[in-house]
């Protein structure tokens, strides 16, 4: 499998945030979103080839039994539930980190992590907007995945203006337990992390969803590897 790459850190995000994890960072993603904070896994041959058994040998270093499996998009990866059972049968708590774009049934994971991409996230050049919003949103695999696995939905949020396309999206979906919605800041930065914390955290008053945390850059800046 192509690796982009493999660190130990705290959980940063979702309602694991502060637990130690060890994560996987799979390359690949076609979604090219306006604000992604990890280019370098776009491309499907960044990072270096690692048999499952590799990746398994070096998740052991860790004294750690969970593990992110992140990318990058890892769903549209064909050798992802191989590397999620290999895992498993070495004890470890699976969160698998997705846009929700591809669909694989009878995975092992403990916790399907799904961040729809809204509107927010289109980039602005023409040639990658139209692939982006080609894929960005598929709604009957949202809701494959919400029927099929334990699940958390967080929404990146970049102005107050995102809440009607988030409470759409969720009625689109249906059958979302709302107490399983997380509201997310868009922020690269710690600075813009606080700035936006206020708005995110008044329209989670407003609409009963948690507020997600992002403890990466919260704490280290949105450093590489942390
Ligand atoms: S889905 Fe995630 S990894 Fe892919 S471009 Fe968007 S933010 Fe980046």
Known sequence: MRISEIF???????????????FLRLAGC?????????KYAWDQAAGTTYSIAK?????????CKFVVITGGEPMINSDL????????????????????????PDMLCDLMSM???????????AELTAVHE?????????????????YQLKFVVDSQSDLYEIQQTIEEIGNVDSSKVMLMPQAATRDEFLAKSPMVADMCKQTGFAFCQRLQVLLWNNVRGT
């Open 115 to 125: 961040s729809p991409k809204l509107s927010n996230s289109t980039p602005s050049d």
């Open 55 to 63: 990746i398994v040998e070096i998740v052991q270093k860790w004294p």
């Open 134 to 150: 080609d894929s960005r949103l598929d709604v009957a695999v949202l809701r494959e995945l919400i029927d099929n696995y334990k």
């Open 30 to 38: 076609p979604l090219r979103c306006r604000w992604c904070d990890t």
């Open 81 to 104: 539930p191989k590397l999620v059972q290999a895992l498993k049968a070495n004890g470890k708590h699976i969160t698998i980190e997705t846009a929700g774009i591809a669909y694989m």
């Open 8 to 22: 130990y850190s705290l959980q940063g995000e979702g309602f694991f945030a502060g637990v130690p994890s060890v």
